[in-house]
T-cell receptor, first 115, second 114 residues
Framework: DQQVKQNSPSLSVQEGRISILNCDYT??????FLWYKKYPAEGPTFLISISSIKDKNEDGRFTVFLNKSAKHLSLHIVPSQPGDSAVYFC??????????????FGKGTLLTVNP | GAGVSQSPSNKVTEKGKDVELRCDPISGHTALYWYRQSLGQGLEFLIYFQGNSAPDKSGLPSDRFSAERTGGSVSTLTIQRTQQEDSAVYLC????????????FGSGTQLSVL
């Protein structure tokens, strides 16, 4: 059973527009959420994160929103740039059992930003 | 080196053979993780090493999988009697501590079992 779901396998946007990537989760014990970005033939790299006690975190062009009641988070990229084209993974960390190092990942969304 | 290094980058093997995948973490990082990504799936946690503590092996999918970390640095993931369902990208990551924000991934080993 997938605990972290990214229901859109791909997304295409125009340069300069907003990209919105969505993620849903089912486990209410998750207390920390992260987005990773992955280019082809490279490992994922950390992009931005949010604690469950917050509903928004912003870092430059990237903003993550968390809606705990809906168990939903989203990543907004404004303005989108061609260099943002990559696979974006949503990940979540649980707060039980002392295993706060384990991440549960979604399947990823391939973002393509067209010039 | 500057980043996490994994070797080989690609490995093709026949069903039933054993394979060893190597990971060189960032120097000084005490935590080391193995994840794998099967086709169309998210990253799946396999095993976690932290310093001299006993590793968390709870993600290993079967007893054909094992991993060790020698001297608190280099790690080897071994898959015995490989099966076609073992085909995946195997990713190693290291961090200076348990915080997932500080996770640095290698570029992975693409394993193909024929």
């Amino acid at each position: 059973d997938q605990q972290v779901k990214q229901n859109s396998p791909s997304l295409s946007v125009q340069e300069g527009r907003i990209s919105i990537l969505n993620c849903d989760y089912t486990n209410s014990m998750f207390d920390y959420f992260l987005w990773y970005k992955k280019y082809p033939a490279e490992g994922p790299t950390f992009l931005i994160s949010i604690s469950s006690i917050k509903d928004k975190n912003e870092d430059g062009r990237f903003t993550v929103f968390l809606n705990k009641s809906a168990k939903h988070l989203s990543l907004h990229i404004v303005p989108s740039q061609p260099g943002d084209s990559a696979v974006y993974f949503c990940a979540a960390r649980g707060n039980s059992g002392g295993s706060n190092y384990k991440l549960t990942f979604g399947k990823g969304t391939l973002l393509t930003v067209n010039p | 080196g500057a980043g996490v290094s994994q070797s080989p980058s690609n490995k093709v093997t026949e069903k039933g053979k054993d394979v060893e995948l190597r990971c060189d973490p960032i120097s000084g990082h005490t935590a080391l993780y193995w994840y794998r990504q099967s086709l169309g799936q998210g990253l799946e946690f396999l095993i976690y090493f932290q310093g001299n503590s006993a590793p968390d092996k709870s993600g290993l999918p079967s007893d054909r999988f094992s991993a060790e970390r020698t001297g608190g640095s280099v790690s080897t993931l071994t898959i015995q009697r490989t099966q076609q369902e073992d085909s995946a990208v195997y990713l190693c990551a290291s961090s200076p501590g348990p915080s997932p924000r500080l996770l640095f991934f290698g570029s992975g080993t693409q394993l193909s079992v024929l």
